[in-house]
């Protein structure tokens, strides 16, 4: 052991005689019993005058078991200097009485002993770890039926792409949406490079100049079992209706509670869920009790990923967010999602926050949030520059953004999401 410096003038520092009293325990006998031993008193103590003082400086001590009390076991105990130029004791305690408190129990087995108290997790520290490392553990496996399933789907939103552009006036491309002409020049220019090349290795490529067109597409029916599917089959028969401006392409969306679902269940975004559950599980053992920010939260299938990831970091550690703040441009998300997470009402805010403008003008405090959470959101606002600055205003010096993205756009994307104004604002399409 080693001496303490002393803040103030004293024979011995406090911490040091701790120590000396600490030395009694190894000399216990072993029993099947176990108790909490604490020291309760001293028969006789001596301290040596010429006892160092000096930090760092190094002691021995000695002790035995001299007896036993009805209360516990009576120790004695001698301290010299580690380095003995003198065998003399420096400090001497006898009649050390440790007593057990509360009642004793017998002791089973060491490891149900530790499971009664811990339980050790590892959890990869995510800021020690490389950029390869971190891919590899947060990616996943396509099974062959999810790319069959998507080579269908894009092979069927060709075919609605290709219907509506055969039944577009020059009345209508002139009465047409800015969004809308966006969206037929990428259909056209697609629905072009793909009418020589087979889009399912099984099939020929697709003749649109003869019946293929106009009626109900391949695979129709086998697509309606999944949500990826069923919503582009909707938009796809709605699509000339939406180009034309009789049909609302949101009110076609959310009917049936569809777009819900596909936020919820699709395979593209239960994949990225899974991996932000992860990020979030790692982050909060960094960050615990942080301040969190979710943008767009919208229908809340990102939320969800989140605060699962919080809540296993939670369960291992009792690590939590001290706040959460579920923001979205629109107050008319929040009455469903205060009923999706009313189990969590304690720690959510449900608050307005349109990121295209200062937060700090809508009642948001600068550098306040740790993490900030944006789901397929930033994509969706008009100068992307300003909008990444605006979210860097609320981050904290150190703060991390979890930012969830389409990197590589499958073909029935945009012929869905296209019909909608957001999609194309901080996009810049190449060959259109």
Request: hydrophobic share 35%.
């Amino acid at each position: 052991m080693k001496v303490e410096p002393p803040p103030e003038e004293h024979v011995i520092h406090p911490t040091t005689l701790d120590s000396v009293f600490q030395a009694a325990y190894p000399s216990l006998p072993v029993t099947d019993e176990v108790a909490l031993i604490l020291p309760r008193s001293i028969k006789y103590l001596y301290l040596s005058a010429n006892t160092s003082t000096i930090s760092g400086h190094e002691f021995e001590c000695a002790s035995k078991v001299s007896g036993e009390d009805k209360q516990g076991p009576v120790c004695s105990l001698a301290t010299t200097d580690r380095i003995r130029s003198s065998i003399d004791p420096k400090i001497v305690v006898e009649g050390l009485l440790l007593q057990a408190l509360g009642q004793k129990k017998a002791k089973t087995s060491s490891v149900q002993d530790t499971d009664l108290c811990y339980t050790m997790q590892w959890v990869p520290d995510i800021s020690m770890m490389d950029p390869i490392e971190l891919k590899t553990l947060l990616s996943s496996r396509c099974e062959p039926s999810e790319i069959t399933l998507r080579q269908k789907i894009e092979h069927t939103a060709v075919h609605f792409m290709q219907d509506a552009l055969d039944g577009l006036t020059e009345e209508d491309i002139k009465h047409m949406e800015w969004h809308h002409r966006k969206l037929v020049r990428w259909m056209t220019s697609k629905v072009r490079k793909v009418s020589k090349t087979p889009l399912l290795p099984w099939c020929a490529a697709p003749d649109w100049s003869g019946d293929d067109c106009g009626g109900q597409p391949p695979f129709y029916e086998e697509l309606l079992s999944s949500v990826e599917g069923k919503l582009v089959c909707r938009m796809g028969q709605q699509l000339l209706s939406i180009l034309q401006r009789r049909s609302s392409p949101l009110e076609i969306m959310v009917e049936d509670s569809l777009l819900h679902d596909y936020y919820n269940k699709s395979l593209r975004y239960e994949r990225s869920y899974k991996q932000v559950s992860m990020i979030m599980r790692m982050l909060a053992e960094k960050l615990p009790n942080a301040n969190i920010l979710e943008i767009g939260a919208g229908t809340g299938g990102c939320t969800r990923a989140v605060l699962d990831g919080l809540q296993e970091a939670n369960s291992a550690n009792g690590v939590s967010s001290s706040r959460f703040d579920f923001t979205d441009i629109s107050s008319g998300f929040f009455e469903d999602a205060r009923r999706k997470f009313g189990d969590r009402s304690s720690t959510i805010a449900y608050r307005k926050l349109n990121i295209e403008e200062d937060p700090t003008d809508q009642g948001f405090e600068a550098e306040s949030y740790d993490l900030i959470i944006a789901s397929g959101v930033l994509h969706a606002t008009k100068v992307m520059k300003e909008t990444l600055n605006n979210v860097r205003r609320l981050l904290k010096p150190g703060g991390r953004l979890v930012l969830v993205e389409i990197t590589r756009d499958t073909i029935e994307l945009p012929m869905v999401f296209g019909t909608l104004p957001g999609w194309w604002l901080s996009m810049y399409i190449h060959q259109i």
